[in-house]
């Protein structure tokens, strides 16, 4: 069975970081793209950041851009979000999601994880 | 950017009957959308991608359809079970969801 697991949010300062993993069992992340995936709390779904099979590639939202580092650590099959000068609109669950493919082209999330809550605020 | 809009936001709707939800891109998409269930407190799960391909596992009650611009999620007999939000997401360039449809009991 696939299982994404998420852990590291918490509560920051404005300003703060935290870094996020997901950690998969039952799948061979190197074999998958990888996305992140927010959710403000009440609010819809907002994607974050994507990650190709070897890192090479990395696509960011202009909301993150600058701030947050997707990376991924094949050997350990997990993937990290590296998230910088944290502001108290960056407060959501973030999610990790397997692309349904290799490539980060024209493809989907089959499989989310439950989520980590990240909270910004003094 | 490609914006996904998302109606209605919210559906009142009893067991057995049809629901539809609209989804419309700001631009062609092609047939580059996914629908997905997400229940409160739980992670999204897949329905349909790429326009109309029912996921593995997913009940037939679900479909979708549409290309271009203008989509549908479609569940011909609702469940207790489907009383859940629905989002669609474009992946024809990079990654948008839609601000999704409530469905709840009437």
């Known amino acids: 069975e696939v299982q994404l697991l998420e852990s590291g949010g918490g509560l920051v300062q404005p300003g703060g970081s935290l870094r996020l993993s997901c950690a998969a069992s039952?799948?061979?992340?190197?074999?998958?793209?990888m996305s992140w995936v927010r959710q403000a709390p009440g609010k819809g779904l907002e994607w974050v950041s994507a990650i190709s099979i070897n890192g090479g590639v990395t696509y960011y939202a202009d909301s993150v851009k600058g701030r947050f580092t997707v990376s991924r650590a094949n050997s350990k099959n997990t993937v990290y979000l590296q998230m910088n000068s944290l502001r108290a609109e960056d407060t959501a669950v973030y999610y990790c999601a397997k692309a349904r493919s290799t490539g980060l082209t024209k493809v989907y999330f089959d499989y989310w994880g439950q989520g980590t809550l990240v909270t910004v605020s003094s | 950017d490609i914006q996904m809009t998302q109606s209605p936001s919210t559906l009142s709707a009893s067991e057995g009957d049809r629901v539809t939800i609209t989804c419309r891109a700001s631009q062609s998409i092609s047939s580059w959308l996914a629908w997905y269930q997400q229940k409160a407190g739980r992670a999204p799960k897949l329905l349909i991608y790429?326009?109309?391909s029912l996921e593995s596992g997913v009940p037939s009650r679900f479909s979708g359809s549409g290309s271009g611009t203008e989509f549908t999620l479609t569940i011909s007999s609702l469940q207790p079970d489907d009383f859940a939000t629905y989002y669609c997401q474009q992946y024809n360039s990079y990654w948008t969801f839609g601000q999704g449809t409530k469905v709840e009991i009437k």
């Open positions: 790429k326009a109309s």
């Open positions: 039952g799948l061979t992340v190197s074999n998958y793209a």
